[in-house]
């Protein structure tokens, strides 16, 4: 039994190490064509980005169009008021100067 336990040991350890073993070098990998975890990591983030850009412009045309059909036509009468009045107030301010 004792004689058995280096071999299992043994078997054990080549089991291990076997995919240490299988592994390519750092030269051998670089000269492999096939793209590695980090460049299809990049390729699907740029992917992604592309995606979201395009979606955002159309959201944005969108909401664009939405403000200058809905929200612009609503508010510019406000806008002119309150520019109106800031206007006459600052004009009779500064008319009205002691100094």
Same mark, same amino acid.
């Given at each position: ?5 280096? *071999? ?7 089991? $291990?190490?076997?995919?240490? %073993? =299988?592994? @390519?070098?750092?030269?051998? /990998? ?10 299809? *990591? ?7 980005? $592309?995606?979201?850009?395009? %979606? =955002?412009? @159309?959201?944005?045309?969108? /909401? ?10 609503? *508010? ?24």
């Amino acid at each position: 039994m004792q004689k058995m336990v280096p *071999v299992v040991v043994l078997v054990l350890l080549m089991q $291990a190490c076997r995919p240490l %073993v =299988g592994q @390519t070098s750092a030269r051998e /990998a670089e000269e492999s064509d096939s793209p590695g975890i980090f460049e299809r *990591v990049a390729t699907g983030a740029r992917e992604v980005k $592309a995606k979201v850009q395009r %979606v =955002g412009g @159309t959201v944005l045309g969108f /909401a664009g169009a939405y403000y200058e059909d809905h929200v612009k036509t609503t *508010v510019d009468p406000y806008v002119k008021w309150a520019s109106n009045v800031t206007s006459t107030l600052w004009e009779s301010f500064q008319n009205n100067r002691p100094f």
